[in-house]
Each structure stands twice: as structure tokens, then as C-alpha cells.
């Protein structure tokens, strides 16, 4: 049998916000503005620490890329891994994502990816910063494998 990815009393955080971000759970909702930041950006995407061997990003459709956020969704529902939309402050469009899930090595008990837009590149370091902090303050991980956070 798995263990559960978080302890079954833990209540995972629902967002976090600094003045330069915002981070809620991805959704539905987040579709249309989702879609746009990351098929803007994809060369940097693949640029960005942790995903120069992803298959991901990868040409989707609206509806392919509805589908994948009502599959995080159902991730966070169920306590299988938690995503979240990066949203500018101001006007609530969606600048990145960040993913954390069961690692697949056994000497981590999360990774966790991010990434940004490549018009708000200037972002990449304080987000992995503030997410690590984040992580270290309010998640029940000891280990966290997050590449890019040296």
C-alpha cells in the first residue's frame, strides 16, 4: 500500500500571496488565461529548471488543456498532488504555474516545478524562493526535490 502524499489531519493551504504574486488553486476557471501564458511561452518554459526533459508544454487545445486542469483539479480534491496558478496581483491574469507532487525518488517526498511566463521572466527566482519558504513553513515535506532552488 502508498502512502498517503499528506497526512490525513494536514488541511493543505489554499494559496499564498506576496506583492508581486498570487498563488490559488488551478481550475477551471483559470482556462482561457492559463492556456494563453503557457503557449506564449513555451520556449521558456522549456528553458526553466525542471522542465528541459518534459514532454510538456506541448501543442493542446482549449478544450485538451480544460481537460488537464479539471485533471489537477481532481489532483488537489483528492490530496494527490496540488497545483497552482500564478496570478499577477493587479489584474488576476494568469503568469505561471506550480506544481507539487509525490516524487518518484524515494529520497524526496515532493517535487516541485514552476514556471513563469516568459514576459514576467524576472519572476522565475523570487517564485521558487517564496514557494520553497512556503513549502518549509506550511506543508508537512522533509525532503523536497524543487530544481532550480540550489
Known amino acids: 500500500m502508498t ?3 499528506v497526512p490525513a489531519g494536514f488541511d493543505p493551504p489554499t494559496g499564498m500571496a506576496t506583492e508581486r504574486f498570487v498563488l490559488e488553486p488551478l481550475g477551471p476557471q483559470h482556462n482561457d488565461s492559463d492556456h494563453d501564458a503557457w503557449t506564449s511561452s513555451m ?9 528541459e526533459q518534459s514532454a510538456w508544454p506541448r501543442v493542446m487545445t482549449p478544450a485538451e488543456n480544460l481537460s488537464d486542469l479539471e485533471g489537477h483539479r481532481r489532483d488537489f480534491e483528492l490530496r494527490r498532488g496540488f497545483t497552482f496558478t500564478v496570478l499577477a496581483p493587479d489584474s488576476g491574469r494568469v503568469i505561471g504555474c506550480v506544481y507539487i507532487y509525490p516524487s518518484d525518488r524515494a529520497e524526496y517526498d515532493a517535487d516541485v516545478r514552476s514556471w513563469v511566463r516568459s514576459s514576467h521572466a524576472e519572476l522565475d527566482d523570487p517564485l521558487r524562493r517564496s514557494v520553497s519558504a512556503w513549502l518549509a513553513e506550511e506543508w508537512p515535506f522533509r525532503r523536497v526535490h524543487a530544481p532550480g532552488r540550489g
Not at 520556449?43 to 522542465?51: D, L, P, V
Open 3 to 5: 502512502a498517503p502524499f
Open 43 to 51: 520556449e521558456h518554459i522549456r528553458a526553466t529548471a525542471g522542465f
